[in-house]
């Protein structure tokens, strides 16, 4: 079937640290992935897509870049804010189906 | 303008009550869905309308049921609430089979 597994939190780094979190898939078809941000009190917005292998989604000073070799589509941040604490959820959308979100990771930013 | 509007934004209810959410969205998507997130910020996908049809139903309990009077609109409506229907319920929309769009939440409390 179609899922996502995205690391478990919560992360809690200090500002202007480099961040990864981690996201791999399972899914039939060529799927498009996606990152999603909630911030506390608020819904779901989205923050990149990639709709094909090896494509790049970048926003914000995110990135994750689609790897159909390792199912993956890792989210990575050079220097993290303050601002950026939040939930950060990893999705699937198969072709023609609904989309899947991973458990969701919160991250912490400490001055 | 808001793209996907919800109401209310908080709901504090009796158990054996029945309730109902609204949902509008303003994007001209073809398709609905309803998300409900846990305490532990999980999400899981309840509903999904297109066209007015129903066409995913995940295992939810059949108090909860989707209305959808027009494209723009899609209700959910509980019956005989329970305490562990307490979450926070999204509705979201998208247009072929693209990224969603979600609404601000409704943080459902059953006492």
């Known amino acids: 079937g179609n899922s996502v597994t995205q690391m478990e939190g919560p992360v809690t780094l200090s500002e202007e640290a480099f961040l990864t979190i981690n996201c791999t898939y399972t899914?039939?078809?060529?799927?498009?992935l996606f990152w999603y941000v909630q911030y506390p009190g608020e819904g779901l917005q989205l923050l990149l897509k990639?709709?094909?292998?090896?494509d790049k989604g970048s926003n914000k000073g995110f990135e994750a870049t689609y790897r159909k070799e390792t199912t993956s589509f890792h989210l990575e941040k050079g220097s993290v804010q303050v601002s950026d604490s939040a939930v950060y959820f990893c999705?699937?959308?198969?072709?023609?189906?609904?989309?899947?979100f991973g458990a969701g990771t919160r991250l912490t930013v400490k001055p | 303008d808001t793209a996907v509007s919800q109401t209310p934004k908080y709901l504090v209810t009796q158990m054996g009550n029945d309730k109902s959410i609204k949902c509008e969205q303003n994007?001209?998507?073809?398709?609905m869905y309803w998300y409900k997130q846990d305490s532990k910020k999980f999400l899981k996908i309840m509903f999904s309308?297109?066209?007015?049809?129903?066409?995913i139903n995940e295992t939810v309990p059949n108090r909860f049921s989707p209305k959808s009077p027009d494209k723009a609109h899609l209700n959910l409506h509980i019956n005989s609430l329970e305490l562990g229907d307490s979450a926070v319920y999204f509705c979201?929309?998208?247009?072929?089979?693209?990224?969603?769009?979600f609404g601000q939440g409704t943080r459902l409390t059953v006492v």
């Open positions: 979201a929309s998208s247009q072929d089979w693209t990224e969603a769009f």
């Open positions: 899914a039939t078809g060529y799927p498009s």
């Open positions: 990639a709709t094909k292998a090896d």
């Open positions: 999705a699937l959308l198969p072709n023609n189906n609904d989309m899947r």
């Open positions: 994007l001209g998507h073809d398709t």
């Open positions: 309308y297109n066209n007015k049809e129903l066409i």
